[in-house]
């Protein structure tokens, strides 16, 4: 099983080089299900792997001309500071057991993956449904785009800092379909804010958890040659038609954690 994971982990970073997402889809049920590490844990892992290895896949796009620095930066001032407000303050408030519902015993690490698991399977619909949209104009309604990119990077924040998910499959349609950003710059673009907003994240975690770093930069290194082997990939591969296979995978994987976890949770 170990070695499973092990090769689990290169596909990590795959799929942030291909398509700008999904790392963080993959990461926390590798580290829960097949390195048996809890799921609390594995969210704040997952912020240094998916953003360590986002920085990587971003600074090979910047070289490419595909970074939209300032449209990062805006988006990155919101989705940054909820992300660090969350991890630190607001994730050491939630008790281990939360409540029961029948004959359903709900705690910190069901209701996590849980919560997860449902997030997997709504951006698996995004991805499987989406459209190709003709790139917008950014500039051209500065204003809406700020309210929209201000609002958005709460959202995302929120969704990084409590399930440890860099937002990239959240990131895409919000710069391609809600700013009319093309696809290649929208893909740079997504691994820096995810960069960022992963890293600032498990800053905040740090004093909270005894942190594995020999296990942690292992399972980073893996993952960064996977980023690598992705980017190559991208430059052959038809974008649109993996992001819909993916989006299959993912949502199969999303059926898979909640009949897990609710099983679990019947105990």
Known sequence: MEIIAYIASVFIGISLGLIGGGGSILTVPVLVYMFGISPIVSTSYSLFIVGSTSLVGAYGNYRKGTVNIKTALLFGSTSITTVFLTRKFLIPLIPKDLFKIGGFHITEPVLTMFLFAVLMVAASVGMIRSKERKPGCLECDLKGNMIRMLLSGVGIGLTTGILGAGGGFLLI????????????????????????????????????????????????????????????????????????????????????????????AVG
């Open 173 to 264: 349609p919000t710069l391609v379909l809600v700013l009319g950003m093309p696809m290649k710059e929208a893909v740079g673009t997504s691994l820096l804010i995810i960069a960022l907003n992963s890293l600032i994240g498990f800053a905040g975690d740090l004093g909270h958890f005894v942190i594995d770093w020999v296990f942690l930069l292992k399972i980073t290194a893996i993952a960064m040659t996977g980023i690598l082997i992705g980017g190559m990939m991208a430059r052959k591969v038809d974008a649109a038609a993996l992001k819909k296979a993916f989006g299959w995978f993912v949502l199969v994987m999303g059926a898979f954690i909640i009949a897990k976890e609710l099983m679990v």
